[in-house]
């Protein structure tokens, strides 16, 4: 992994964090998440014109991811309702490497070095260790913590599916910007279906239309530098790598949230980090 792959992951973590304290910072998540997927499309549109056409080889990836997307997307808001977010994020981000790694490992044939896969550990442990500190329903409630984890198996699909289909496709930026807008639309007719009042609160609401404006670009252009870093280097390192974003969360929650900072959570940062480090040296 170069260093100018290692600093993009991070920079998209750092992304993915700001916008999930938006959206955590939101009362009503089936519209904030709604906001986030639809505000994909206008940036995605605007840059169709410029990026290549994805290659039709990518065509069976792009309709899978589509579909896993809008499954990842309907889990999270699920795993939100039932659980604490700071619960649910770090299992849901957590769970999602290590599948990934097994995937690799075991599907794809990748063989990765004693170093890599003691990095990609320290990570998973270190945002575990997160999701531990706080002793509150999304812990001891196994509905939240089962949705939190079938988020997870979503995220670990997206991240293999995408990451081989950008390769495919030739165009990281093209299979992104066409994989986004169309799941922008499927979600958007699903929420209108379901819960039309979520929908039109995105386009009427104030804090709703940030939101869609903010979380949706953010969201978009971080996952555009993460899908772009797997054509360039293993996927199951480009995302245990990004997951670094939770770290990010905790920062944003301590500075700017005023969350209390706990021995616990230096600790558990401390092996994200210690991970990150080997990653970076190993990678």
Not at 9 to 22: D, G, Q
Not at 74 to 79: I, K
Not at 191 to 209: D, E, M, S, W, Y
Not at 220 to 234: D, G
Request: glycine share 8%.
């Amino acid at each position: 992994m170069t260093l100018t792959v290692f600093l993009m992951v991070l920079l998209a973590a750092a992304i993915h964090a700001s916008w999930n304290a938006l959206v955590k910072s939101t009362g009503d998540k089936v519209v904030s998440m709604t906001a986030v997927t639809v505000g994909h499309a206008p940036l995605a549109l605007l840059a169709m014109p410029f990026v290549p056409m994805p290659k039709i080889e990518a065509l069976p990836y792009l309709i899978g991811s589509v579909f896993i997307h809008t499954g990842y997307q309907l889990a999270l808001m699920l795993a939100y309702r039932l659980g604490d977010f700071t619960q649910v994020y770090p299992i849901a981000r957590g769970s999602g490497p290590a599948l990934v790694m097994l995937f690799s490992v075991f599907v794809l044939g990748i063989a990765f070095s004693a170093p890599q896969l003691a990095a990609v550990a320290l990570v998973v442990a270190g945002i575990f260790c997160l999701a531990l500190l706080r002793q509150t329903d999304g812990l001891r409630n196994p509905q939240a913590v089962g949705a939190a984890l079938m988020t997870g198996c979503f995220i670990a699909s997206y991240s293999v599916v995408d990451g081989l289909g950008a390769r495919a496709a030739g165009s990281a930026v093209g299979y992104i910007a066409w994989m986004t807008t169309i799941n922008a639309l499927v979600f958007a007719i699903i929420i209108g279906i379901v819960n039309r009042p979520a929908l039109k609160a995105v386009f009427t609401q104030p804090q709703a239309q940030r939101t869609f404006v903010f979380g949706g670009a953010g969201s978009v252009l971080a996952y555009v530098m993460v899908v772009w870093a797997m054509t360039q280097a293993p996927i199951a390192l480009v995302t245990a790598l990004r997951e670094t974003s939770t770290v990010f969360a905790l920062f944003l929650g301590v500075v700017f949230l005023k969350e209390r900072l706990t021995i616990g959570k230096v600790v558990a940062t401390v092996l994200v980090l210690s991970g990150v480090l080997l990653l970076r040296m190993n990678g």
